[in-house]
């Protein structure tokens, strides 16, 4: 397994924009599907965005799609996910996650985990 470590996260206004980074170590990363999740204040956590080991194919939520945008660099093992316009209810900690085999959105399934980076929208 990678151990996986987030950046990025802060303080915005709504209409802003933010970039977080996911450092992975310790594994083959360019063999992990990778995804970002996000837990707000009393919610499930829940799937953002996905992308397979070769960034050949990304998955988004319908509501997620066209303001955040993930991405990957194999040569510098690292993740990234592009939020655009954010709002008040984009407020989260933003965990990337890995996970070998085919790339779902299925929590449960991922088996690393990076301790999450906090990402707070004001109105």
């Known amino acids: 397994q990678v151990q996986l470590v987030e950046s990025g996260g802060g303080l915005v206004q709504a209409g802003g924009s933010l970039r977080l980074s996911c450092v992975a170590s310790g594994g083959t990363f360019r063999l992990h599907h990778m995804a970002w999740f996000r837990q707000a204040p009393g919610k499930e956590r829940e799937f953002v965005a996905g992308?397979?080991?070769?960034?050949?194919?990304?998955d988004y939520p319908d509501r997620m799609k066209g303001r955040f945008t993930i991405s990957r660099d194999n040569a510098k093992n690292t993740v990234y996910l592009q939020m655009n316009s954010l709002n008040p209810e984009d407020t989260a900690v933003y965990y990337c996650?890995?996970?070998?085999?085919?790339?779902?959105?299925?929590?449960?399934?991922?088996?690393?985990w990076g301790q999450g980076t906090r990402v707070t929208v004001s109105a």
């Open positions: 996650a890995a996970k070998t085999g085919a790339l779902v959105r299925t929590e449960a399934d991922f088996g690393s």
């Open positions: 992308i397979t080991a070769t960034g050949s194919y990304q």
